[in-house]
């Protein structure tokens, strides 16, 4: 597929619809870049495929909007203090629940409406097009044998199994996930790079933005990949420091086990696969081991790309200063 072959005029007017519906970053990749890529040749599992959802699917749309600085850095700075009016012993959850709704929330909702304001018009022009939640999705599943309005199977229940043993048979993500990877159509539309936390990192934001993906049979231009890293790397690796629950790893280190593991991460290329892998059912159980973890989002909260944040937590803070004399 050449660019000479494909739609300007209508790639133009989809980044534009796109943009005035409220999408901030868009950008377009050639459904060939969905096969597997060098250098760890990940493919999306099978279901996951952009060309699962549309025949003949030519092309994948990423959209982004920001999350704006302090709505991701205010949640948990404010957990370093008394919070008036919030009894304390619910602070934690509030907060989290503040960062949630304005950090997460309206960025998923607002993201599914331009999905179908993109989609609607590209159906008046004659081509198909799929929208997708910008999260995971949540099914209910009554436990077999019990009657309607009976409590159903939990996330944990339904995702990882009854037990560790049964666990191969589910999800080998461990945990609710979304019909396609937001993040990795992101990477192939050239709009960012992984980063070590596993999170899509873009110049103009590093990792405070939500991604959505419009899948398509129309022949768009294609936007270039990334040409220049935007993670730091060895010389940063703030996010791993950060994680208190050390749910993130490399996916060349010994200790991984899983389908993503490589005996190299090639810290030379752009990641448009993941370089690092997150557990996400022991991210998730923070608050039962640790009742007063830190606020939800540290791992990108402390990322020093695209600037030093300074509105940060006691314990962010003092990391960053760490760092900051490492580097002199």
């Known amino acids: 597929m050449s660019n000479e072959s494909a739609s300007v005029d209508l790639t133009q007017a989809i980044k534009q619809w796109a943009k005035q519906a409220g999408a901030v970053l868009v950008g377009i990749a050639p459904i060939e870049r969905f096969d597997p890529q060098p250098p760890y040749f990940d493919r999306a599992p099978r279901g996951h495929d952009p060309r699962d959802f549309v025949r003949n699917a030519r092309s994948v749309i990423s ?99 009854p037990n560790a043993k049964w666990a191969e048979m589910y999800s080998p993500f461990r945990y609710t996930f979304g019909p396609i990877s937001h993040r990795h159509v992101a990477t192939r539309a050239g709009l960012g790079e992984f980063g070590y936390n596993n999170i899509v990192l873009t110049p103009q934001f590093g990792p405070r933005q939500r991604f959505n993906s419009i899948v398509t049979d129309d022949r768009l ?24 629950m050390q749910c993130i790893t490399m996916r060349d280190d010994a200790e991984v086990k899983d389908y993503r593991s490589v005996d190299k991460v090639d810290r030379t290329r752009i990641f448009i696969d993941t370089p690092a892998k997150t557990d996400p059912v022991l991210c998730n159980s923070r608050r039962m081991r640790i009742p007063d973890s830190p606020i939800r989002g540290d791992c990108a909260r402390i990322c020093p790309v695209p600037i030093e944040r300074t509105h940060l937590p006691k314990r962010l803070q003092a990391l960053m200063s760490e760092w900051n004399s490492s580097c002199g």
């Open 63 to 161: 959209i982004a909007q920001p999350v704006l600085n302090p709505v991701m850095d205010a949640p948990a700075a404010l957990a370093d203090i008394d919070v008036e009016m919030v009894p304390p012993d619910i602070k934690h959850p509030y907060l989290e629940m503040l960062y949630q709704t304005v950090g997460h929330r309206v960025q998923d909702y607002m993201l599914e409406q331009i999905g179908q304001v993109v989609g609607q018009n590209l159906l008046a022009e004659g081509f198909d097009a799929m929208i997708f939640p910008t999260t995971g999705l949540h099914p209910h599943m009554a436990p077999t044998g019990i009657g309607v309005g009976e409590e159903g199977l939990t996330d944990q229940q339904i995702w990882q199994g």
């Open 221 to 244: 231009v294609r936007d270039p990949l990334l040409d220049q890293t935007v993670c730091l790397r060895d010389s940063c690796i703030l996010c791993l420091k950060a994680c208190i």
